[in-house]
């Protein structure tokens, strides 16, 4: 893909049986663009698709492979020499141009760690035992940063790898997946490229607000029925407390 | 001029009054300050600069451990602490809080219109506090109403109106924030009100340190002045004591402090 503008923001959306996640990235381009109007977002899907909230419709480059497999592709379609990839299922709930800042001078930030709606570190391990186990680097690929560089091109290169052949990779870990999630490929690569590479010291990059029932404390999966939300447009609040940066709301219908 | 505030208005098994004499003398040793005493009852101990006589205002049942029984607990009117003060930047005690030392002193010089402690902790380390320091069934992060420093100014201002509303409805609040406990709770008002000035950011100043606590089941004695000592037992049953010297703290067992003050005063 040429180079189309400098920045920009790249959401993967490619719609499964059950979920649809071309719905839940046009709520996330929105609300990028009610802090961010001028902002340039493109949307990575498969077939006939078009929303004016996307600046650019790429199809995937090397076609649909199935699942979380697309993700090494992203390199390739972005057309941004600076690239902020995001998980279509989040909302931004506050200003996030100053990320730009932040990561100019690097060549790939992958997140690390998450929040809940306190805006306090999760303390919770129930999702991350794989990480723990095989002391892999605690990063969330929701946001991850890329400008076009070498370091960049090998990354995406070891991800594609570590994807085309799990089956050797996984005898490598302790509890492995049957399946390869994108975080724990993205953790694998970053181990074999240098975590200092690849993320920023802990505490310093943004991450977002994960509301998974373990990290929040709920008492089901959906938390939309437990707790009080309220979209603010721009923005939203969980129980009254503000929420800022990016919010992973995980239950994939709820602004739908 | 700067002063301190204290609430006191007893019930059957608490003279919070005595213990607010004891901690004045306290707080004009340590602080230098001026102490106001709010209360319901015509008190003459000179030890007071000032006494605002008012309605003990709401008043609820709370269990405290240490006596074994619910008692009448006449904590509405800390909200109407800006408009009882008469001080220009007010020093908000609890009458069990024990001033060891001038740390307060500190309060005074920030360049902050409200201040208070947002995280609290067992000084025998016995006990975990990370219960305690939040509230409702989401675990809200709490704002402790025990010590708050407030000059007179619109945030100020804004915080204690919005206590009082908060206090006024507090049905509401309590299904809002799914808190369990039907008690009324100055901190737990403080917390939601911090919420409602700032924009419901949690981004609000606190005091810059800990308010060190001391809980109920641990027996207390003063050995000196400002030097106390807390004897606890530990998990496999071992009696253990430290000491605390120059120390403020929180002292949640109402009844140890009573006996302290009652022989000293």
Redesign the interface.
């Known amino acids: 893909m040429p180079v189309l503008a400098e920045r920009g923001y790249l959401i993967p959306a490619v719609n499964t049986d059950t979920v649809d996640y071309l719905t839940c990235a046009v709520q996330l381009a929105k609300s990028i663009r009610q802090w961010h109007p001028t902002a340039n977002i493109s949307v990575v899907t498969v077939g006939n698709y078009e929303d004016p909230v996307f600046d650019h419709v790429i199809a995937l480059p090397y076609g649909d492979l199935g699942g979380y497999v697309n993700d090494w592709q992203m390199f390739a379609a972005s057309p941004y020499r600076q690239t902020i990839k995001l998980e279509a299922d989040m909302i931004a709930a506050s200003p996030i141009d100053h990320w730009w800042t932040l990561f100019e001078h690097r060549d790939v930030v992958i997140s690390q760690g998450c929040r809940n709606f ?3 570190p999760a303390q919770s391990r129930f999702y991350r035992k794989i990480f723990d186990s095989n002391q892999l680097p605690d990063v969330y690929n929701a946001i991850t940063y890329w400008r076009l560089s070498h370091t960049a091109k090998e990354f995406f290169d070891l991800v594609r790898s570590i994807f085309e052949n799990w089956n050797r990779f996984k005898k490598l870990l302790k509890f492995a997946e049957e399946e390869p999630s994108t975080d724990v490929v993205y953790a694998i690569a970053a181990l074999i490229i240098g975590p200092e590479q690849v993320t920023l010291p802990a505490g310093l990059g943004p991450n977002m607000v994960h509301m998974k029932r373990h990290i ?3 008492g089901s999966n959906d938390w939309t029925q437990e ?2 939300w309220e979209l603010t447009n721009p923005g939203v ?1 969980i ?4 929420q ?1 940066g990016l919010f992973h709301y995980q239950v994939k219908d709820w602004l739908q | 001029m700067n002063g301190a505030l204290i609430f006191a208005f007893n019930n059957e098994q608490i003279d919070y009054v005595r213990m607010a004499a004891w901690s004045a003398r306290s707080i004009h040793r340590h602080l230098d300050i001026p102490v106001c005493l709010v209360t319901d009852v015509k008190v003459d101990d000179t030890v007071f600069d000032r006494v605002v006589q008012t309605a003990a205002g709401v008043s609820t049942s709370r269990h405290f451990s240490d006596f074994g029984t619910n008692v009448i607990w006449h904590n509405g009117s800390r909200a109407n602490a800006y408009e009882l003060s008469p001080w220009d930047t007010t020093l908000v005690l609890d009458a069990d809080y024990v001033v060891a030392s001038n740390n307060l002193a500190t309060l005074f010089e920030l360049d902050q219109d409200f201040l208070a402690h947002n995280h609290a902790y067992d000084v025998t380390g016995r006990n975990d506090f990370s219960g305690l320091n939040c509230f409702g069934r989401h675990r809200m992060p709490m704002w402790w109403a025990t010590v708050m420093m407030f000059r007179r100014s619109k945030q100020a201002e804004l915080i204690f109106d919005s206590m009082t509303m908060i206090r006024d409805n507090w049905q509401h609040y309590r299904n809002l924030y799914g808190n369990s406990q039907g008690t009324f709770r100055n901190d737990h008002a403080l917390t939601i009100a911090l919420g409602i000035v700032d924009g419901h950011t949690l981004d609000h100043s606190a005091i810059p340190w800990s308010l060190a606590s001391l809980t109920p089941e641990h027996e207390l004695q003063q050995t000196d002045a400002d030097t106390f000592r807390v004897d606890f037992t530990t998990d496999n049953n071992k009696s253990k004591w430290i000491e605390l010297c120059g120390q403020d703290f929180h002292a949640m067992g109402k009844k140890t402090l009573g006996d302290i003050v009652a022989s000293t005063c």
């Open positions: 306190y805006d306090q929040i404390g709920t707790l009080v609040r129980n009254t407390v503000a800022w």
